[in-house]
């Protein structure tokens, strides 16, 4: 679990800079760089961020809910994925057309999410671990 965790510190930093970025476009102050960081991002969604919760979806969850009969909570785990997946798709379909009101409103979505989703997994996911021993 502890590569989970260093995942996890590194979005939720992740977050707070995508936060920014949202916040810097929307009042107009965004520097000529935003497409950098913005394509950045997105490739540590494709690379670190979905493979992640490919490994989450394809061993952890299924062994939790099989250890703890939590099911209700394994598959509000799945249902943050499925929507953080569609928010993935949202933000790259804006970053290719260069649509910034769609990268904004998928930005904003996928910090917020994230950060959420990340908290469960950190504070929750351990109790639930326990309660298997
Ligand atoms: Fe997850
Ligand atoms: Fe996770």
């Given at each position: ?64 809910a099989?250890k703890t009969g939590e099911e ?62």
């Amino acid at each position: 679990m502890e590569r989970f965790k260093e995942d996890h510190l590194k979005v939720l930093q992740l977050c707070d800079k995508l936060e920014g970025i949202v916040k810097d476009i929307k009042v107009g102050i965004a520097t000529p760089n935003v497409m950098y960081d913005l394509k950045e991002f997105l490739e540590i969604i494709e690379k670190m961020i979905i493979p992640h919760f490919q490994k989450e979806e394809e061993k952890i969850y299924p062994e939790i809910a099989q250890k703890t009969g939590e099911e209700a909570y394994i598959n509000e785990m799945y249902e943050d994925h499925r929507k953080l997946y569609q928010h993935f798709s949202a933000f790259q379909e804006g970053i290719e057309k260069k649509d910034f009101s769609l990268i904004t409103a998928a930005g904003a979505e996928i910090a917020e999410l994230l950060r959420h989703h990340i908290y469960k997994e950190e504070k929750e996911l351990p109790n639930l671990k326990d309660l298997s021993k």
